[in-house]
């Protein structure tokens, strides 16, 4: 009998194993990504305190002008751009990257990118 792979379920284990290791401090917080099939989310967590100091995704209505006849990879570049501003914003210069059991190809990549591009630092 064959058994159905279940990438979601392999995902979050790698996901609580990372989240073991890795937390982020007021002086670095930490970059979780979030991936849905038809949007991308990334926020910035200061997990001391349990508090999300900046976030941007593609449903953020300032950035539905820009997203418009793109694809899903140049939206996560515009919104891990948007990302880095609002971090510069708010006085955040580096972070620790947590992907969340994604694999570093493709979106995930485009925001990880976008954001160093904007000059965010991890």
Do not use: W
């Not at 910035?44 to 820009?66: M, R, W």
């Not at 140049?74 to 891990?80: H, I, R, S």
């Not at 708010?90 to 591009?117: C, H, M, P, Q, W």
Request: charged share 30%; aromatic share 6%; with cysteine.
């Amino acid at each position: 009998m064959i058994k159905k792979l279940d990438k979601n379920l392999d995902r979050r284990r790698r996901q609580l194993r990372v989240r073991s290791k890795i937390s982020g401090t007021s002086t670095c917080p930490r970059l979780n990504v979030y991936r849905s099939t038809g949007h991308i989310y990334a926020q910035i967590i200061d997990d001391v305190n349990g508090v999300t100091l900046v976030s941007a995704s593609t449903q953020v209505k300032e950035l539905t002008e820009k997203l418009t006849n793109k694809n899903k990879i140049e939206q996560a570049f515009v919104v891990g751009e948007q990302l880095a501003k609002l971090a510069k914003k708010a006085k955040i210069n580096k972070v620790v990257f947590d992907r969340a059991g994604y694999i570093y190809t493709g979106r995930v990549k485009s925001l990880a990118e976008g954001a160093r591009k904007s000059g965010l630092e991890f």
